[in-house]
Nanobody, 113 residues
């Protein structure tokens, strides 16, 4: 079974950058796309970015042009580069695969104004 571990979150000022990492362990042969989600307090978890096994990407409108998803298959790791951060990006960020696997603990991102 795949286990996901997110890291890289923190407290940053608006306009700054962070890079999140998602390390996958276990059997990953069935994984196709990898996704980043986020969940802000009192809100539902939302899909932020997707990358397919072929490297195609897709982004939520709210992060398009600011966030970049990438993957290193040799390291079983997916990244989310977040630039020009805004206070509304504050959330717990999670990664997951397609098909879905058990959720990790997420990593907190807090952006101050």
């Amino acid at each position: 079974q795949v286990k996901l571990v997110e890291s890289g979150g923190g407290l940053v000022q608006a306009g700054r950058s962070l890079r999140l990492s998602c390390a996958a362990s276990g059997s990953i042969l069935s994984i196709n796309a990898m996704d980043w989600y986020r969940q802000a307090p009192g809100k539902q978890r939302e899909l932020v970015a997707t990358i397919t096994s072929g490297g195609s990407t897709n982004y939520a409108d709210s992060v398009k042009g600011r966030f970049t998803i990438s993957r290193d298959n040799a390291k079983n790791t997916v990244y989310l580069q977040m630039n020009s951060l805004k206070p509304e990006d504050t959330a717990v960020y999670y990664c997951n695969a397609s098909p879905k696997v058990p959720w990790g603990q997420g990593t907190q991102v807090t952006v101050s104004s």
